[in-house]
């Protein structure tokens, strides 16, 4: 058992960081028991606050000594429970290794340590020209150490690509509490890709400790679009038609009339109540280019039946339209007590099909669900919405969200487009990947983490449980 | 062109053809039962990357493994074996007006395993990026001939390990990549260049730095120096004195393209560069993006330059990193991709021993200088090289890929002595 070692672990814990830096009462963890994955909660028996890369090194050796379980955490808002201490054990947060390191404008990177908030470094990088191109929904509050633990994605990946594509290194502490630094400021480092194996890993693979990231120009101009349509076919209809046509908007997003009330209710932006879909299009760059680009959007949304397509008149209006797709989210409260969001990919001219069977599973289970989607990458977000206070709802949201995932692979899609498997979608990796596929990751994460203390039961099917049934109806979802 | 002397550097015994991944499954089962060495082959083209190898072994051809498997075009992405040649790929792409962005010198031969293994690039991957931008899917057979894959075929996917990046650049030493499924892009529907000659190697600093606040976006910042660019049929003769040229390609619309061309020449006029030369006519634009594609491999396949170096530094040392290798060789020819900070040297000079004396005394110490790291790309002599020549030796991530290296191929079995690793 980890507590008869724990008051040992602690001591040498407090040695390293002091006793300010070490949470070890309960009333003090419950705030670490989750991320925003809320159905499964276990409280860590200690949360410990490093300072420094060398902290970070003492505190995994100390938990190799007394072999007790750890993980990272950053802000904690990933969304499939990547930071869940199953097991318990010790998490590690690094929210206040939060320094920017490092802005190289001439050489086009930046450098931070894992607690910087993704939007500081935004906010650190105005004026200058350049900018770091992810942007997830969560930037006010989600830590680039947590991005590069999801490989985040955002509404501007269509054109820009996710955080692996703008990581050029990271340093990190490995399982056995050796640092090693992968990458770095300079392009095409020698030997395997192990940064674009680490990016995207869940934590699993090694503890980040610094990052170096790609800067990427802003871009002269913008033109910002809602087009608005009377059914959700003809939206993705439209969306498929620009994608095929050529053109790589900036982003390319979909909110059904359901949200669309709530996010209306919460923002007053003045969005069509009856339209039954809208798109927010964006295309960047070059003026120069630009207003034909948005002409041939005008014209391909007008061939796929839109009601209209109506153009920000300016900044203002185009932050407005931002705000309202990027809080989307909060304004669902405003539509049931509990809500959850599911994170399939298809490919993009399979969205007209499953927005329509996501509509016919939900009337199968008598569940309400609306739509936001990073419709130009194929990544869907259906909100099935319940009272998680009723047992009987809450296992018949959790039958129709499987069954919309089933139908994404059955389109040739991912369940997982930028949230990641966590804990909440292991019971899906068998119906992606073959057993041998599945062995290959095994043996990935043992070249890294050999004895499995570093977020022990992430994101791989234990090998004995492969292809068995896993549903817990009421353990489950994300909320 | 290809002749048989491309495979003459691997230690051959046999070489197997095998028609899909089944097949080439069971080749490396009974390769592994056996013990014996496989050295996977696509065009042939990148043989010379790396350590030459001395264990005999199987040569593995995905010649036959070249067909589409999906292209569903309105989606841009494609999923083909990984045996097609690069320009196969480029005509089926170029009927949908789509393309991979990926520059790889012998299109004709070299296949997109290859390049995928070998983690190809070229001008372009300042716009484009590179090919680890592209690859959504990943198949390939394992050191045991345990078939695996990773990704999928929908451009975002964060669902299990990213084998694709895994693969990409890891010189067929983890696994056989059979089958990739990569991201497109439209074809640009205008290109050009702007170039200009550059006095000095401050000077070139200067004009690279203001191109990182240039208003335009490039596809492609290219430095070039040495005797390979003094005459380019696109870049005209090189003026008097001039040490390098400087050119910037341009992809976009044509009102883009237009717009790209006439703002950066009034840059350079505002930094008091006396000609800016446009290069706009389509047959002399193809030209020289063909020559800065083939510059590297442009020895293939009998060497005319002793040796191909890749040095990767700052991009803000590019200059100085090119003062540094012209004191050492003169005579040496450079083209590099300066807004990435890659840089490529065909050396004029030495013999097998003084290469080897160079690298590692010369032009590693002065990448390190620079912030980076050199390796070679192909070497006239490859079997008098060592690790440390070719590889610049061990770095502290180096133990961690032989972990790697143990659990996908743990017989050290794939392309055995070539890469980055020692021997297991």
């Known amino acids: 058992m980890i507590a008869t070692r724990l008051p040992q672990l602690i001591d040498g814990l407090r040695a390293v960081v002091g006793t300010d830096g070490v949470l070890s009462a309960h009333s003090d963890l419950v705030v670490y028991e989750c991320d925003g994955f809320v159905i499964e909660k276990n409280c860590p028996d200690v949360a410990v606050f490093p300072r420094t890369t060398a902290h970070?090194?003492?505190?995994?050796?100390?938990?190799?000594?007394?072999?007790?379980?750890?993980?990272?955490?950053?802000?904690?808002?990933?969304?499939?429970?990547?930071?869940?201490?199953?097991?318990?054990?010790?998490?590690?947060?690094?929210?206040?290794?939060?320094?920017?390191?490092?802005?190289?404008?001439?050489?086009?990177?930046?450098?931070?340590?894992?607690?910087?908030?993704?939007?500081?470094?935004?906010?650190?990088?105005?004026?200058?020209?350049?900018?770091?191109?992810?942007?997830?929904s969560s930037q006010g509050a989600c830590t680039i150490g947590g991005n590069v633990a999801t490989n985040s994605g955002g509404p501007h990946t269509l054109k820009y690509g996710v955080t692996v594509n703008h990581v050029l290194g990271v340093e990190a502490v490995m399982a056995d509490g050796s640092l090693i630094t992968f990458g770095g400021p300079t392009e095409d480092p020698k030997g395997l890709d192990l940064t674009g194996v680490i990016v995207g890993s869940e934590g699993t693979l090694g503890i980040v400790t610094k990052v170096w990231v790609r800067l990427t120009r802003d871009p002269q101009g913008w033109r910002t679009l809602l087009g608005i349509f009377e059914s959700v076919g003809d939206a993705t209809n439209a969306i498929s038609a620009i994608v095929a046509a050529g053109i790589i908007p900036a982003a390319l997003e979909m909110m059904d009339q359901g949200i669309l009330v709530a996010v209306e209710q919460a923002f007053h932006f003045g969005f069509p109540l009856d339209a039954q879909a809208i798109l927010l299009i964006e295309v960047d760059g070059l003026e120069a280019g630009l207003d034909l680009q948005r002409d041939r959007i005008i014209e391909l949304c007008m061939q796929n039946?839109?009601?209209?397509?109506?153009?920000?008149?300016?900044?203002?209006?185009?932050?407005?339209?931002?705000?309202?797709?990027?809080?989307?989210?909060?304004?669902?409260?405003r539509l049931s007590p509990s809500y959850c969001t599911q994170d399939g990919v298809v490919p993009r001219t399979k969205l007209p099909h499953i927005l329509d069977r996501i509509s016919s599973i939900g009337s199968k289970y008598g569940v309400r669900i609306v739509n936001v989607a990073h419709a130009g990458d194929g990544n869907i977000h259906p909100i099935l919405l319940f009272d998680e206070r009723d047992k009987e709802q809450t296992a018949r949201v959790l039958l129709a969200s499987g069954e919309i995932l089933d139908e994404c692979i059955a389109c040739g899609g991912s369940v997982t487009g930028e949230h990641g498997i966590g804990v909440e979608k292991i019971e899906f990796m068998h119906k992606l990947f073959t057993?041998?596929?599945?062995?290959?990751?095994?043996?990935?994460?043992?070249?890294?983490?050999?004895?499995?203390?570093?977020?022990?039961?992430?994101?791989?099917?234990?090998?004995?449980?492969?292809?068995?049934?896993?549903?817990?109806?009421?353990?489950?979802?994300?909320? | 062109?290809?002749?048989?002397?491309?495979?003459?550097?691997?230690?051959?015994?046999?070489?197997?053809?095998?028609?899909?991944?089944?097949?080439?499954?069971?080749?490396?089962?009974?390769?592994?039962?056996?013990?014996?060495?496989?050295?996977?082959?696509?065009?042939?083209?990148?043989?010379?990357?790396?350590?030459?190898?001395?264990?005999?072994?199987?040569?593995?051809?995905?010649?036959?493994?070249?067909?589409?498997?999906?292209?569903?075009?309105?989606?841009?992405?494609?999923?083909?074996?990984?045996?097609?040649?690069?320009?196969?790929?480029?005509?089926?792409?170029?009927?949908?007006?789509?393309?991979?962005?990926?520059?790889?010198?012998?299109?004709?031969?070299?296949?997109?395993?290859?390049?995928?293994?070998?983690?190809?690039?070229?001008?372009?991957?300042?716009?484009?990026?590179?090919?680890?931008?592209?690859?959504?899917?990943?198949?390939?057979?394992?050191?045991?001939?345990?078939?695996?894959?990773?990704?999928?075929?929908?451009?975002?996917?964060?669902?299990?390990?990213?084998?694709?990046?895994?693969?990409?650049?890891?010189?067929?030493?983890?696994?056989?990549?059979?089958?990739?499924?990569?991201?497109?892009?439209?074809?640009?529907?205008?290109?050009?260049?702007?170039?200009?000659?550059?006095?000095?190697?401050?000077?070139?600093?200067?004009?690279?730095?203001?191109?990182?606040?240039?208003?335009?976006?490039?596809?492609?910042?290219?430095?070039?120096?040495?005797?390979?660019?003094?005459?380019?049929?696109?870049?005209?003769?090189?003026?008097?004195?001039?040490i390098a040229r400087l050119a910037v390609g341009l992809e976009g619309t044509r009102p883009e393209v237009d717009w790209m061309v006439e703002q950066l020449t009034h840059e350079w006029q505002a930094l008091d560069v006396t000609k800016p030369h446009v290069i706009a006519v389509k047959e002399q634009v193809d030209g020289l993006w063909q020559r800065l594609t083939e510059f590297p491999a442009?020895?293939?396949?009998?060497?005319?330059?002793?040796?191909?170096?890749?040095?990767?530094?700052?991009?803000?040392?590019?200059?100085?990193?090119?003062?540094?290798?012209?004191?050492?060789?003169?005579?040496?020819?450079?083209?590099?991709?300066?807004?990435?900070?890659?840089?490529?040297?065909?050396l004029a000079e030495f013999t097998?021993?003084?290469?080897?004396?160079?690298?590692?005394?010369?032009?590693q110490p002065a990448a390190a200088a620079c912030g980076g790291t050199a390796i070679v790309l192909s070497c006239a002599n490859g079997a008098e090289m060592t690790r440390q020549s070719i590889w610049g030796g061990a770095g502290a991530d180096t133990a961690m890929m032989r972990s790697v290296k143990q659990q996908f191929d743990p017989l050290d079995l794939l392309n055995p002595g070539r890469f980055v690793y020692a021997s297991l």
Request: with cysteine; net charge positive; aromatic share 6%.
């Open chain 2, 1 to 242: 062109m290809l002749t048989s002397t491309a495979t003459e550097n691997l230690p051959l015994t046999e070489t197997f053809k095998p028609a899909d991944q089944a097949e080439l499954a069971d080749v490396v089962r009974r390769a592994h039962a056996s013990r014996t060495p496989i050295y996977p082959l696509g065009g042939g083209t990148s043989l010379g990357f790396g350590l030459v190898p001395k264990s005999p072994g199987w040569g593995l051809s995905l010649a036959r493994l070249n067909r589409i498997v999906d292209y569903p075009a309105r989606d841009m992405t494609i999923t083909v074996e990984a045996g097609i040649t690069m320009s196969a790929l480029a005509e089926v792409l170029a009927s949908e007006g789509q393309r991979l962005p990926i520059d790889a010198p012998h299109a004709l031969q070299a296949t997109l395993g290859g390049v995928v293994a070998t983690n190809t690039s070229g001008p372009r991957r300042y716009g484009c990026g590179t090919v680890r931008d592209y690859v959504i899917g990943i198949s390939a057979v394992d050191g045991r001939g345990m078939p695996f894959k990773g990704g999928g075929r929908v451009v975002k996917n964060v669902a299990g390990y990213d084998f694709c990046k895994l693969l990409t650049g890891s010189l067929g030493t983890l696994a056989v990549i059979t089958q990739v499924t990569l991201k497109l892009k439209p074809v640009a529907e205008a290109e050009a260049f702007v170039a200009c000659d550059v006095p000095s190697w401050d000077r070139a600093e200067a004009l690279l730095a203001a191109l990182v606040n240039s208003q335009t976006t490039p596809a492609a910042i290219e430095l070039l120096g040495g005797a390979a660019w003094a005459d380019d049929a696109a870049l005209g003769p090189a003026a008097p004195r001039s």
């Open chain 2, 352 to 363: 097998p021993a003084d290469s080897r004396r160079v690298l590692i005394s010369g032009l």
């Open chain 1, 435 to 479: 057993a041998d596929d599945l062995e290959a990751m095994r043996r990935l994460r043992t070249a890294f983490n050999p004895d499995g203390r570093l977020s022990p039961a992430k994101m791989l099917p234990t090998a004995g449980a492969c292809g068995l049934e896993q549903k817990h109806p009421a353990r489950r979802a994300a909320m």
């Open chain 1, 305 to 333: 039946k839109a009601r209209e397509v109506r153009q920000a008149r300016d900044a203002k209006e185009r932050l407005l339209l931002w705000k309202c797709r990027k809080q989307a989210f909060g304004a669902v409260g």
């Open chain 1, 56 to 136: 970070v090194q003492a505190i995994v050796r100390l938990c190799n000594q007394y072999d007790v379980p750890f993980l990272p955490r950053g802000a904690g808002t990933s969304l499939a429970g990547g930071c869940l201490p199953v097991g318990g054990g010790v998490m590690i947060v690094l929210t206040r290794m939060k320094e920017i390191i490092e802005i190289n404008h001439r050489d086009r990177y930046a450098v931070v340590q894992p607690g910087v908030v993704n939007v500081w470094l935004t906010n650190a990088l105005k004026g200058s020209g350049y900018h770091y191109a992810p942007d997830p």
């Open chain 2, 298 to 346: 442009s020895a293939f396949p009998t060497s005319a330059s002793p040796l191909v170096l890749k040095a990767s530094v700052l991009p803000s040392k590019v200059g100085e990193f090119c003062r540094r290798v012209l004191e050492i060789d003169p005579g040496s020819s450079i083209q590099s991709h300066a807004g990435n900070g890659i840089v490529l040297v065909r």
